[in-house]
Structure formats: structure tokens, C-alpha cells
């Protein structure tokens, strides 16, 4: 900031003694003519730039009239040009003399400190002239100076104690920021809003602090004020559009990042921020157009480069994807988030040993990686060569790693005792909303007797709610989101809420708050539904589970004991849209068409090799791959090399992608399961298709989840032991069309009268296991 040359002072009149001593005013119209013809030279000098010349004129007005403040004033002006910081002070300080309500001097005077260094000074001073409202819009911007010219001094220390400078706040912030002490940092920032309410730079550190702090409800007053202060600060607009994102109001955020983006193109973090927000919509092409301008503007990023990777896998591009993500891995290669995308990219393109390796060394890289371990568990279920025992050795490990540290911090719960009443049940996911477990969570949502539960969700992946959303709520009595809350903040929560029962829906998947589960928030905790095997956390007491998916005997594959209910363990509701039952199409094709919509990840080489076989038992046969992963042609070329090698010719084999399934399952006759991982929703929607399928019984419970299903609809003679029997079978069902047929027509009557679809008995089931559950800790704890 440069001090502005003045000239707004009326001429005022000569101090002149008279006999008493006194100074009067001597207006004298010659005097006054020639101050004011000297000065407008003096001023026409100064814009000139003739400084000099311009001194010499003040001073003649000073001649004139000492206490001239628009002289004094630009005489100050004129020393700060020169670099004469300190010398200006005075000048300013005189021009306040005579004219104590001038902004434009208070910014000078305020502006030679800063550059003079005089710090707290300058701070005093801002801050009387703050107080009396006299530094006008002024006030921002010599924060912001003294922000800036100070940080390089409180970089490597922080003030202890004492009156710090908005500066010297700033530049603590900065490295209490460096350090992780969001605390210290809200404290600060609330400092910083109350000195200075008009400088948005407090509001500023303080929301952020509070972002990271995870309390996103608490900073989004300040970041309001701050645009309040600044409508065009890009950073705040980025902020609060990320902000309002993660509160599931995506439309707002967006218009937030576009005036970002708008008022600043080359704003690398805007279009970032923009991306993820578009990627929430479902904007996938939108969100990839926002990833690259990040990129364009802001060049090679890893963490921009490991999301659009993230999202052109989403898209199924996973070549584009596996590039994206070497790339930022090239960039860092100690960053353990490009690893574990590179790895999830493998496993969805079926390479599972490489994807298995690369997984091993995220968690190498970084041993308490949470996504590390989760995503190297799921992707080890899929690997059948891997020994059972080793398996679960990997889940131990995560026990050790996320589970035991908290155990010496568990505390009694103080639950009323009594064990035949209403229960306090609370069901922890991220997946309420369009989702895989919709048709098994909401029937035994919506079927829950509210006279012996009350129900409590505690919902998370809040950013991805939709109009499903919308319905789970109206089944709980109470609803908590969950996403801006630490494993401690939903611990405290839910002993809060006086939790008796603690569904964790999630297991190993995504979204997962295993974390606050380790922290035995409730008395009864149990695993159920997604992941479909054990979560490795010794602190659940229970796996919610059936007597054909885990055996008696498979207890040591389990970190909880598993609880088996009477008939299934889960309950099936069809999609309304799924229509009805086709005639069998191999009596219109002369041929059998089998089929699966699983993922890539189940296709070991021992499942390709099966089914290799059975196309060569099965003359004439074809086998359709229907799932996203085969939705792209060079996806595709990968695949078929690995089917010609096993002897099987292009023509045989279908791969493709369409959603809905309904008509892909309509032009199948025998659905395929995979091994040793199970298919899982795919499977019972082929059955509802009128498609058996033969399942290998394998280790629990992955590997006995077919089994299970099969059970529950009374086809146990579709359940087989060894690879040979899941052929045999298999061939026997193809060979036998007139069977086949009256198989499709008769299987959905079957399931509609069995356990998978009796959604109030399955109901009663699992609401008496949780009293069962309650009952036997108030045992134990009498």
C-alpha cells in the first residue's frame, strides 16, 4: 500500500501572536491565495513525480501554516516513497493533530508502521482507529499487510505469551495449522474474529479449524461471514461449497465452486472441490471434465490424479484409470492412497496376485492404514489358493492395529438390566440409500416390531444420500449423520443414546465405522449383512449368521462368536421392476446359455478353468459375463485371450454390461456362482429369474453364502462339495431341457413361499436373537 497524496483540506488561517500570547486566526485573503497557489503546485509536482521539487512546496505551505494536514500528510507520503518509513510517522501523526477523522491519514500512519515494522504499534494504532470506525474498508486490507510482511517472523515460534499482532496470530495459526493443533488454532481464530470483526482472515482460519476438527455444523457461521466480508474470495467459496457437499446440499455447493471457479479459472482447488461434488450428482462426465481443468491449471497433482482414477475406474475406463493412478504414484511414490486405488484397479480387472502385492505394500507403506487392510481382506477372500488360517491372520492383524490399543479404554455400561424390555437398537451404515443391501435391510427394517425396538440410525456417507434416503428415515425414531463425527464423537453418541443392541452393517466395506465400534459403545454389538465374513474386531461380541453359512466347527475363522438363526440370515425382497419369468431360451436358441452378472474379482483361475470345462461338457453352450467391469471393449480383449488359452473360442463367450439385469437374466438358462468367494445379491436375483444355479460350498462364510440361499428355497441338491460334483451338477441341469424348463417356471413361486421372503418371520427371528443377546449380557453381568 502506497500513501495516496491528499488534497481535501479547506486553507486555514495563519497562527499570528498578539499581545496576550495568545495564537489567533489572522484570515488574510492575500496569505490565503498564495498557500493555496503553492500548494496545488505542490501537489501538481508530487503527480509528476517531481519529489523533490514537491518537498520543497510542502514545506512553504508548512511555511505559511504549520499545522496545514494535507501538507504534513503528503510530506509523510512522500518519505514512505523514499523508503523513510519511520520519518514518515511524524507527518502523519501531525495531519491527525489538526484532523483526527480522516481515514486516509489513520491508513497512512498504520501503513509507515507496517512497513517500518513496528508491529504492535501498528496494531494498536489500527485498532483505535478500528474502535472509532474510522479505518473505513481500509481495515482488511492493513490486516492483511500486516498478515503478510510478518509470517516469515513467527514461522519457526510461536508466541508464548503477551499481545500478538494480527500478523503474528496469522502466522501461529499457520504453523498450528503445520501441526495438527486444530484446538489451539479455533482458539486463535475466535481471538482474531473478536479484534477484528470486519477482517475476514479470522473467520477464515477459524472455519477451517474447525473443518478439520470435524466440526463441520460449528464452521459454517464463520465461513459465512467471511463471505459476508468477501463475497469473491475464491478460497472461502471453494470452503463453504465443500462444506455444503458434505451436508448433502450439492446443488448449492455447486453454484459455491462454479462463482470459484468463475471469479478465479486458474483455481486448481476449485475445480477440484467442483469434481467431487459433480462425482456425488452421478455427473460422472462432468466430474471428469472438473478433474482435468484441475489438472490443466494446476499441473500433475497426485491427490487429482489418484480421484480421477478413482472415477474413470467408476466409469469402468480402467485402463485411463490404472494410468492416472501410476502417475501419481510416480509423483509420490510414498503416497499410500495411489497404492491402494492402483490395487482396488487390479482387482476389478481381475489380476488379483498382482492386485493382492500391491495392496501388501500400501500397507507397508503406511501400517495403520485403515483402507490398506480393509481393501487387502476383501480382495484375499477372492484368492483361493490362500489358506483359510492365513485369511483370518490378515483380519487378526487388523484387530491389532484398529481393535486392541482402544480395548484398555472400554468403560461399563450403565443399561438397565432388565431383559424382556423394549430394546434401544442402533443400526450403523453408510449404505442408507440406492444400494446393494437395499433388499435385505429395508424389509427387515420395515418389519421391526416398534413395541419390542426403538430404532436409531446412525447414517453415514452422508454426500451419497438420494430419495432412498428419504424412506430409511421415516423407519427409525431417530436419525444421527454420522460423517462429521470422529470414532470417539459417534462412541460418545451412541452410549449417549443409551444403546443396548449395535448393528454395524458394513464389516469391511467402505464407509465403515469399525473404529467406534473397537470402542464398545454398547453392551450388545453385532456384525450382519455387508462384507459377508468376519470384521476382525474381537471388541463385536456376535456375527449374525445361519447354521449353513458358518458350520458348528468354523468358530476359529471368526473374531465374534457367531449367532446362528433359525432359518436364513437374511431375508430378500425382489425389485418390483424385475417383471415376470421368461420361457426357458434354450428351447428357442438349440443351445444353453449360461451366466453370471458377478464381478471380475471372483473370476480366479480356478472358477475360469470350471467353467472352460463345462463349455466342453456342454456342446454348443455359450457363457455371458454381464457386470460393469466387462462394459469396455479393451477390458474385453484382456479377457478373451484368457478363455482361448483354456481352449475356448471367442464365439462362445458373451461379455458386456447392462443395467438393469432384468433382460440379461431373461436370455439365460443356468446361472454360474463363483468360488472361493461366493456371488452374492446376483445370485438370488437369477433365482427370482427362474435360473438355479449350482453353488461350491467352500470356508465360511463367503464361501458357504450360495449354500445358504439354497437352503433357505429348499434346492440343497444344488449344493456341491468338490469342483467335479459343482460340474457334474451343473451338466446334469443342462442336459435335462424339459426339467430345466419346469425348473424356471416353478422357482419363484418356490422362493416367494420360503424363508429368504418372509419378511415378518425373518423379523421376529432377529428381533428374538437381540433379546436373547441383551438377556445374556444381564446375565453376565449379575
Not at 129 to 135: D, E, S, T, V, Y
Not at 274 to 281: E, F, T
Not at 501 to 527: E, N
Not at 541 to 556: C, F, I, K, N
Amino acid at each position: 500500500m502506497q500513501a495516496t497524496v491528499v488534497d481535501e483540506s479547506p486553507a486555514l488561517g495563519l497562527m499570528a501572536g498578539e499581545g496576550d500570547g495568545k495564537p489567533q486566526m489572522l484570515p488574510d485573503a492575500a496569505v490565503l491565495a498564495l498557500l493555496r497557489q503553492t500548494m496545488d503546485l505542490a501537489l501538481e509536482c508530487h503527480r509528476a513525480r517531481n519529489l523533490e521539487q514537491a518537498e520543497e512546496l510542502y514545506r512553504a505551505v508548512l511555511s505559511l501554516d504549520r499545522g496545514h494536514p494535507d501538507a504534513n500528510h503528503n510530506l509523510g507520503a512522500i518519505a514512505v516513497e523514499c523508503g523513510q518509513f519511520l520519518a514518515a510517522v511524524p507527518f502523519f501523526q501531525a495531519a491527525l493533530q489538526v484532523d483526527p477523522k480522516n481515514r486516509q491519514y489513520w491508513v497512512s500512519l498504520v501503513d509507515a508502521l507496517i512497513q517500518a515494522q513496528e508491529w504492535v504499534l501498528a496494531e494498536d494504532i489500527l485498532e483505535d482507529a478500528r474502535r472509532a470506525g474510522l479505518a473505513g474498508d481500509a481495515a482488511g486490507e492493513l490486516v492483511e499487510r500486516l498478515v503478510s510482511a510478518a509470517v516469515h517472523r513467527t514461522r519457526n515460534a510461536i508466541p508464548k505469551a503477551g499481545r500478538m499482532a494480527p500478523a503474528e496470530q496469522t502466522a501461529a495459526l499457520n504453523q498450528l495449522f503445520e501441526e495438527e493443533r486444530f484446538d489451539e488454532v479455533i482458539r486463535l481464530g475466535r481471538k482474531m474474529t473478536r479484534q477484528y470483526p470486519q477482517c475476514p482472515m479470522g473467520y477464515k482460519s477459524l472455519s477451517a479449524a474447525l473443518m478439520r476438527a470435524g466440526q463441520l455444523d460449528k464452521a459454517m457461521a464463520p465461513m459465512q461471514q467471511a463471505l459476508q466480508l468477501n463475497p469473491v474470495d475464491v478460497d472461502m467459496l471453494s470452503n463453504y461449497g465443500l462444506a455444503r457437499s458434505l451436508k448433502g446440499d450439492l446443488v448449492q455447493a455447486e453454484v459455491l465452486l462454479r462463482q470459484a471457479v468463475a471469479h478465479a479459472p486458474a483455481f486448481k482447488q476449485g475445480w477440484y472441490n467442483l469434481a467431487i461434488v459433480m462425482r456425488g450428482q452421478a455427473r460422472l462426465e462432468a466430474a471428469e471434465q472438473a478433474y482435468r481443468r484441475a489438472l490443466d491449471v494446476g499441473g500433475d497433482d497426485p491427490n487429482v490424479l489418484i480421484n480421477l482414477g478413482i472415477l474413470l475406474g467408476e466409469m469402468h475406463r480402467f485402463a485411463e484409470a490404472e494410468q492416472c493412478t501410476r502417475k501419481a504414484m510416480a509423483c509420490d511414490p510414498k503416497l499410500v492412497h495411489a497404492h491402494v486405488s492402483l490395487g482396488m484397479l487390479l482387482k476389478d480387472q481381475g489380476k488379483l496376485t498382482e492386485s493382492l502385492q500391491v495392496l501388501r505394500g500400501a500397507i507397508d507403506l503406511s501400517p495403520t492404514d485403515e483402507a490398506a487392510h480393509s481393501c487387502y481382506l476383501f480382495v484375499a477372500n477372492c484368492m483361493p489358493e490362500l489358506d483359510p488360517l492365513e485369511r483370518f491372520a490378515a483380519y487378526q492383524r487388523f484387530n491389532k492395529h484398529f481393535g486392541e490399543p482402544h480395548r484398555r479404554a472400554w468403560r461399563p455400561h450403565a443399561n438397565d438390566r432388565t431383559p424382556d424390555r423394549r430394546l434401544r437398537v442402533g443400526y450403523v451404515a453408510p449404505v442408507f440409500r440406492t444400494h446393494a443391501c437395499r433388499p435385505f435391510l429395508e424389509p427387515l427394517l420395515e418389519n421391526h416390531d416398534h413395541t419390542r425396538v426403538e430404532l436409531f440410525a446412525y447414517s453415514g456417507l452422508v454426500e451419497l444420500e438420494d430419495d432412498v434416503t428419504d424412506h430409511y428415515r421415516t423407519l427409525f425414531e431417530h436419525w444421527t449423520d454420522t460423517g462429521q463425527m470422529t470414532d470417539d464423537e459417534l462412541a460418545a453418541r451412541i452410549r449417549a443414546d443409551g444403546i443396548d443392541v449395535l448393528v454395524d452393517i458394513a464389516g469391511q466395506t467402505k464407509g465403515h465405522r469399525l473404529g467406534t465400534f473397537a470402542r464398545k459403545p454398547a453392551p450388545v454389538s453385532l456384525h450382519w449383512l455387508d462384507s459377508g465374513y468376519t470384521t476382525g474386531l474381537t471388541a463385536i461380541d456376535y456375527y449374525l449368521t445361519d447354521a449353513v453359512t458358518v458350520p458348528q466347527g468354523a468358530e476359529y475363522l471368526f473374531s465374534e462368536a457367531p449367532w446362528r438363526l433359525p432359518r436364513t440370515p437374511f431375508v430378500y425382497r425382489a425389485n418390483p421392476r424385475a417383471g415376470e419369468v421368461s420361457e426357458l431360451p434354450a428351447l428357442a436358441n438349440g443351445h444353453i446359455t449360461f451366466g453370471t452378472l458377478t464381478r471380475a474379482v471372483r473370476l480366479n483361475e480356478r472358477v475360469l478353468r470350471a467353467w472352460a470345462d463345462l463349455l466342453r461338457r456342454v456342446p454348443g453352450a455359450r457363457l455371458e459375463l454381464n457386470s460393469g467391469n466387462f462394459s469396455q471393449a479393451e477390458v474385453r480383449e484382456q479377457w478373451w485371450p484368457r478363455f482361448e488359452a483354456l481352449g475356448i473360442p471367442r464365439d462362445r463367450i458373451i461379455m458386456g454390461f447392462e443395467s438393469p439385469p432384468w433382460n440379461v437374466l431373461r436370455r439365460m438358462d443356468i446361472a454360474l456362482d463363483c468360488f472361493p468367494q461366493n456371488s452374492g445379491t446376483t445370485l438370488i436375483e437369477s433365482l427370482y429369474m427362474g435360473l438355479p444355479f449350482v453353488s461350491l460350498a467352500g470356508v465360511p462364510s463367503m464361501g458357504t453364502l450360495g449354500a445358504s440361499v439354497l437352503s433357505a428355497v429348499g434346492r440343497t441338491e444344488w449344493i456341491a462339495h468338490s469342483e467335479q460334483e459343482y460340474g457334474d451338477k451343473l451338466v446334469a441341469l443342462a442336459s435335462d431341457l424339459p426339467r430345466l424348463a419346469q425348473i424356471r417356471h416353478d422357482l419363484r413361486p418356490q422362493m416367494l413361499a420360503s424363508p429368504l421372503m418372509d419378511e415378518p418371520g425373518f423379523a421376529r427371528d432377529v428381533e428374538d436373537a437381540y433379546q436373547q443377546m441383551f438377556a445374556r449380557w444381564c446375565a453376565q453381568q449379575a
